[in-house]
């Protein structure tokens, strides 16, 4: 089998069509801050108790294709079985988040860049490979603005986000790893629906000329994007402009060869963000988007189960009825997503 077609037999493997991507892949600091603001004591033990409870939900491989995971995941084990085997028992394609975060774009107080810590991938790299890791993720952002006077995000932002989204792509390649690039416009702040738009478009362009002036194969690519929507702070918008607006932007950014695509959640609520994928599938197959679609939610997704987690914790509820008690609500967004899926089945 050539790399190229590895690449593409792990995109198949996910099967995007009927399935979703977990995104169980929050950072340390992530995790940490989520458990403090829930009463959780941020230890490894608790790190793997929440996420062991979510991937051993009955279920979970009937809606989940992959799974993308925190390296201190990927080491772990729940209830006396390493978490790779427990995947590989739910028929689960395991991914692993790669990124090491983001920092200040120069001076800017506004503008961030992935930390580049792309000389130490390779090794990282061997090891995964080795371990059945068919894919990893690695996210940038471009944050809506302004400052000294000028919008940003800035065109040497984007730039400086694509090369290394670029450098990232031609790693995982080299191991025969597929890469979900993520180039996220945040929801955070009071921008208006066409604020978004330009800045999702403008990024996504930035993001495919970098990928294809240094000829990455695209069809082993998977593309993880933000929808256009409004920031939480902005104005209030109708549906089905957000939908309107975000396929307009694909079908304009997007090349047609692209591996697969997958939506982020970002900060939207369980139900909009279900509701919203529903949506954006059927106007995707309306308007003859030629790439499988999908989602990678997060937030969304387990959001209601890590509650449901912390609730449990301190009701000083039993090891036992915490995992019942987290799956139980994880059960439900599965669910949901589920429904999603099957109501806007793509071919």
Known sequence: MTTQDKLIDGINQLRLKTRCLHAADESGGNIAKKFQQLGIDDTPENHIAYRGAMITTPGYGQVIGGVILFDETFRQSYEGKTVPSILKQEDVVMGVKVDAGLQPFGNSKIEQVGKNELAALPKRMEEYAAKDVRFTKFRVVANIGRENGKDVPSDACLAANAAMLVEYAEINHRFGVVPIVEPEVPMEGAHSLEDCRQATSRF?????????????FLPG??????????????????????????????????????????????????????????????????????????????????????????????????????????????????KLNKIALDNSAQR
Not at 235 to 242: G, H, I, N, R, T
């Open 204 to 216: 996504l362009k930035a993001t495919f000329a970098a990928l294809e002036q240094r000829k990455i």
């Open 221 to 334: 690519v998977i593309l993880k994007t933000n929808m256009v929507l409004a920031g939480v702070q902005g104005p209030k918008v109708a549906e089905s402009d957000c939908v309107r607006d975000t396929i307009a932007t694909l079908s304009a950014t997007v090349p047609s060869n692209i591996g697969a695509l997958v939506f982020l959640s970002g900060g939207q609520a369980t139900e909009d963000a279900m509701r919203r994928l529903e949506e954006m599938r059927k106007a995707a197959t309306a308007k003859r988007l030629p790439f499988t679609m999908s989602s990678s939610f997060s937030r969304a997704l387990q959001g209601p189960a890590l509650e449901e987690f912390g609730a449990a914790i301190r009701d000083r509820a039993s090891a036992a009825d915490i995992k019942m008690r987290t799956q139980a609500k994880f059960a439900e967004t599965l």
